[in-house]
């Protein structure tokens, strides 16, 4: 039964598409998060919700909107796609104390 | 969060065990020092935690020197699997959206048959 589920697990896109990710957990955690691991392998933080709550926007474009439904739920639309943005996005979950991560989508623009 | 330096990459012969060191000098008396670790292709995966005693789970064991300045996570038994990128993060434990983690470039460590 997997924690922290990310779908679609890869994504191929053309530029200027639209698309969302989506991230669920079913651990009850208060605290979810969006990072972004880029070509070079470095992870970064993006976003942080809490209980539905935006925490933290680090330095992302406003093309990259998150949507809480629920406090099980954080997706991730990204608008008007561009190449850059191509990387791996990792979904995580934490209540206090150890973060639990998805197994990543691989988003590939063209 | 305070920084924490470690060595880009470490060999280890499978069985033996796998000592990989993490400098954090700046670290605060509120910090705890975490480790993950991240195996090729697949999300960050929690290895252990400790703040000033030595930690040991049914994965690794954590020594913390007793200035806290630096510490050593240990693979008892190191096996093919245990290959991927290792990463020391300091940080204070929150129990509200902070508690995000900073991710430096890691250990690289290569398990070898």
């Known amino acids: 039964d997997t924690a922290v589920s990310q779908t679609p697990k890869y994504l191929v896109t053309q530029m200027g598409n639209d698309k969302s990710i989506k991230c669920e957990q079913n651990?009850?955690?208060?605290?979810m998060y969006w990072y972004k691991q880029d070509s070079k392998k470095f992870l970064k933080i993006m976003f942080s919700?809490?209980?539905?709550?935006?925490?933290i926007n680090e330095t992302v474009p406003n093309r990259f909107s998150p949507k809480s439904p629920d406090k099980a739920h954080l997706n991730l639309h990204i608008n008007s796609l561009e190449l850059g943005d191509s990387a791996v996005y990792f979904c995580a979950s934490s209540q206090a104390g150890e973060a639990f991560f998805g197994q990543g989508t691989r988003l590939t623009v063209v | 969060d305070a920084k924490t330096t470690q060595p880009t990459s470490m060999d280890c012969a499978e069985g033996r065990a796998a000592n990989l060191p993490c400098n954090h000098s700046t670290i605060s008396g509120n910090e705890y020092v975490y480790w993950y670790r991240q195996i090729h292709s697949q999300g960050p995966q929690y290895i252990i935690h400790g703040l000033k005693n030595n930690e040991t789970n049914e994965m690794a064991s954590l020594i913390i020197t007793e200035d806290r300045k630096s510490s050593t996570l240990i693979l008892p038994h190191a096996t093919l699997r245990d290959t991927a990128v290792y990463y020391c993060?300091?940080?204070?434990?929150?129990?509200?959206?902070?508690?995000?983690?900073?991710f430096g470039g890691g250990t690289r460590l290569m398990v070898k048959p």
């Open positions: 993060i300091v940080r204070v434990a929150r129990n509200n959206a902070g508690n995000m983690l900073t």
């Open positions: 651990l009850g955690h208060d605290t």
């Open positions: 919700y809490n209980n539905k709550e935006l925490i």
